[in-house]
């Protein structure tokens, strides 16, 4: 039997021992049948997305299915006719469908649209080469530049398709360097660091703070503008220091470094459409509060465009990252699971966190997302937590204090993005990885400082964003 198949069995033998052991033996009192196997399946979820005997993606397809099959509307009749009174609360069917065409896929959806059409008309390279003429020969203001630029594509691009883009355009680049030069690990690294710290800066920068928009509703609900105005100064400062500390470990020894980048701005008509279209929706995003449509209807007009003037075509629509769509469809249809089962609200009541200090809740919310954020997908992690917070978020009286739900939501989600310490933490890791430019030591240096300073920015923000009412 080949590691993968171990590996599952493993993951589904667990969930049915949780499926199956009575609830006597399990320290929640009260379970419904339902509970139970949203529990099974919150578990064989969480065991395939850390293992990983099959794609992430596709074991967020496996629970959506396995979900209508065993606590939808729609299930198989013998598992979803009521059995008694302790039988628990069964899901529409057209609610776990209806994750496929969530807001938040949408909006996602209308990033990926923003990011292929810049690549095909060569807006990212355009940009690349007049943001980057400003700094200079000096490598160290160089490898900033290449830093600030990579974390601005990463707020509106997909994290692994800039880091792939800034490490082509970073080729030539090493090329000046002596092979023996710390200079090269410290560019090299500065790419996938650059787009993971990059990705916090707006909801569609990454897939975590996509789904923290899911949760992120009512009165804890937060703006694309609103988002930016934290986001993006604690962006900028992170990038400093993560570039300071790239340069105290690995000096370059270089004083002077050509660079040139291929790829000028086209002038075509369609060219001219799509950054037109570009700005135009980053400047809705940021104005919602004076036009009135949300993130998600905004998102739609690029794909509306693009679409209806052929600038993305049927063969364009073939290489569209879908998979990171169902990945993001699968987390959702999850934490919907967990939310109307009743299932975390009953595990968050059966634990005294009213008996704990909000601080310590919030320290352990950000260290236990940014530990498992290191060793498993951002996104797998931040599918696990988020319907977990939010509910310890809304129950526990004593986090109103310091902002409940919202503030354990965007800590959550924030630290999930800081996991860089391994070249398995996030796909930019793997992509610097793969060069074989840097060794997983050299990763490991860096991250985890970057990670336990982003974790202390973290808690201070959520404490200035307090402070000033807006949590």
């Known amino acids: 039997m080949n590691p993968k198949a171990k590996k599952f069995l493993l993951s589904l033998s667990v969930a ?70 302790n039988f628990g609360t069964i899901l529409a069917y057209k609610d776990i469908m209806g994750t496929f065409a969530s807001p938040i896929i949408l ?45 601005i594509f990463s707020m509106f691009m997909s994290n692994t398709a800039t880091t792939a883009m800034m490490l082509a355009i970073l080729a030539p680049v090493l090329g000046y360097f002596d092979l023996k030069d710390p200079g090269r690990i410290a560019f090299a690294l500065s790419i ?23 949760y992120l509703t009512g009165e804890n609900s937060i703006s694309f503008g609103e988002w930016m105005a934290f986001g993006i100064p604690f962006v900028f400062i992170l ?34 459409i799509v950054y037109f279209t570009f700005g135009l929706t980053i400047l809705l995003w940021l104005t919602d509060f004076l036009h009135g449509m949300n993130s998600y209807t905004v998102a739609m007009i690029p794909v509306a465009i693009f679409l209806a003037l052929g600038i993305i075509t049927k063969e364009d629509l073939k290489k569209m990252s879908w998979d990171v769509l169902w990945l993001v469809s699968g987390g959702i249809a999850l934490g919907m699971a967990l939310e109307k089962s009743g299932l975390a609200a009953h595990m968050v009541s059966s634990i005294p966190f009213d008996s704990y200090s909000p601080f310590l809740i919030v320290g352990i919310a950000v260290l236990l997302s940014n530990l498992m954020a290191n060793f498993m ?15 310890v978020g809304v129950s526990v009286i004593s986090l109103n ?11 959550t989600t924030m630290a999930s993005s800081l996991g860089m310490a391994l070249p398995i933490s996030s796909p930019p890791n793997a992509l610097a990885h793969a060069t074989g430019m840097i060794e997983s030591k050299d990763m490991s240096k860096v991250g985890v400082l970057i990670g336990i300073i982003g974790l202390v920015m973290v808690c201070t923000l959520m404490c200035i964003l307090r ?3 807006f949590l």
């Not at 065991?47 to 959506?64: C, G, K």
């Not at 807006?123 to 990579?150: E, H, S, W, Y």
């Open 239 to 272: 990038l400093i220091i993560s570039w300071l500390l790239l340069l105290k470990f690995f000096p370059p020894k270089a004083n002077v470094l050509e660079i040139e980048i291929k790829g000028k701005f086209m002038t075509s008509t369609k060219a001219l």
């Open 401 to 411: 204090t310091l902002g409940g739900a919202k503030m354990l939501i965007l800590a």
């Open 16 to 85: 049915l021992f949780i499926l199956f052991l009575p609830a006597t033996y399990i320290p929640i009192e009260g379970l419904s049948i339902i509970e139970q196997r949203v529990m099974a399946l919150f578990v064989f979820a969480a065991m395939l997305w850390i293992l990983e005997p099959i794609p992430i993606f596709a074991t967020s397809i496996l629970i959506i299915v396995l979900e209508l099959l065993t606590i939808s509307t729609s299930g198989i009749k013998l598992l979803v006719n009521n059995q008694g009174d």
């Open 107 to 151: 909006l996602f959806l209308g990033g990926f649209f923003l990011a292929m059409a810049s690549t095909k008309y060569r807006l990212d390279q355009g940009l690349a080469r007049v943001l980057l003429k400003p700094f200079g020969k000096n490598p160290k203001m160089i490898m900033l530049g290449l830093m600030i630029i990579t974390a």
């Open 377 to 391: 997908s951002h996104t797998a992690t931040a599918n696990l937590l988020l319907p977990i917070v939010t509910a």
């Open 192 to 214: 996938p660091f650059a787009a993971n710290i990059g990705g916090i800066g707006t909801p569609i920068g990454t897939p975590p703070n996509a789904l923290a928009m899911k």
């Open 467 to 469: 402070l000033i009412n």
